[in-house]
């Protein structure tokens, strides 16, 4: 059915847009988004290992939230190479190596099948993810400072939270809600990939702001501020994780029951912890206490310009959505 469907779209593009071939997506500054590539995303996140064949509706709204995704990515990668920032060949390859460090020759290849992957296209999304970071160091972290004096004003105004009576840890998360209306196996593609991403190298707060599922934490690049032992050690298998971690260092893919959902579904997430402090009253002289200090106001800076600049790359570029134009021309005839 599916197959049908999209022979009947192809044909529909051509008689909407002759300038375009109807295996284009959408364009970003005349740039064209595929077909391959829409598919591949799909097929990355989406598309397989369902239990039952999705309905056309069901199919198309998946494809219109990747084909957004894929058309942010390329405003990002157009300004990188306006810039002169793309990763090179040697950054890759480098990266690439460090990711397959840790497994045997083997299991990688084993990890490559099981991700329906190779490994040119591994390489390509490494490509892309350095080529973002660079972008968004370039653009934003090199701009940010925070000198002693914002350190000292923020310590002055706000003592009596370097009080711990317990020790303290500061977490971010990504999470993907397991809605009734998802497959698991959809929810599971959607973690699994940004886990990747996460431990390729990108930025943890960008991607809870662009993917993660809970409206709380997602505006501020994930963060949960500060947790209590006590408060973490309510939930065991989460407090166990994060024991475990260094701070900046991320936990595997962690399920829990949706405090919404009563049906019994599940959501996925990935913590990182960004500081651990120990109980008892602490002073700005100490590193840690500058460290947090520090990092909270950059953390803070740095999400509200990621979102500012994504926001006006978006406006400046000129982005036609073929596919989004012609589901909507063709449930309005």
Do not use: W
Request: net charge negative; hydrophobic share 40%.
């Amino acid at each position: 059915m599916l197959k049908i469907a999209a022979v009947v779209l192809s044909l529909s593009l051509v008689g909407c847009h002759p300038v375009n071939s109807p295996d284009v997506m959408a364009t970003v500054n005349g740039q064209s988004i595929s077909r391959s590539d829409l598919d591949k995303a799909y097929s990355q996140n989406l598309g397989e290992g369902q239990q039952q064949v999705p309905s056309a509706d069901e199919a198309n709204t998946a494809r219109l939230g990747l084909l957004h995704q894929l058309i942010d990515e390329e405003i990002l990668l157009q300004r990188a190479a306006k810039m002169k920032l793309n990763a090179t060949p040697e950054e890759v390859d480098a990266k690439f190596a460090e990711m397959k460090a840790p497994y045997s020759g083997q299991q990688f290849t084993q990890l490559l099948i099981e991700h329906h992957t190779s490994v040119d296209e591994v390489k390509r999304d490494l490509h892309r993810s350095l080529t973002e970071n660079k972008l968004l160091n370039k653009e934003i972290n090199s701009q940010i400072t925070v000198s002693d004096a914002d350190i000292n004003a923020y310590f002055q105004t706000h003592k009596p939270e370097f009080h711990n009576i317990e020790t303290q840890y500061h977490l971010a998360q990504i999470v993907v809600k397991n809605a009734t209306s998802r497959r698991p196996e959809e929810v599971q593609k959607k973690i699994s990939v940004l886990k990747n991403r996460v431990d390729s190298g990108e930025d943890f707060g960008a991607l809870a702001i662009k993917f993660s599922e809970n409206p709380q934490t997602s505006s501020s690049g994930g963060d949960m501020s500060l947790l209590s032992e006590s408060e973490l050690a309510r939930t065991p298998v989460l407090f166990a994780a994060i024991a475990k971690l260094k701070p900046g260092e991320t936990t595997d893919v962690m399920t829990f029951p949706d405090p919404v959902d009563q049906g019994g579904a599940v959501d996925y997430a990935l913590f990182q912890l960004i500081s651990r402090e120990p109980a008892g009253q602490h002073d700005v002289s100490e590193p840690q206490v500058q460290q947090r200090i520090r990092a909270g106001l950059m953390n803070a800076r740095s999400q509200l310009l990621k979102a500012a600049y994504f926001e006006m790359l978006q406006n400046q570029a000129k982005v036609e959505n073929i596919f989004a134009e012609h589901i909507f021309k063709a449930d309005a005839q």
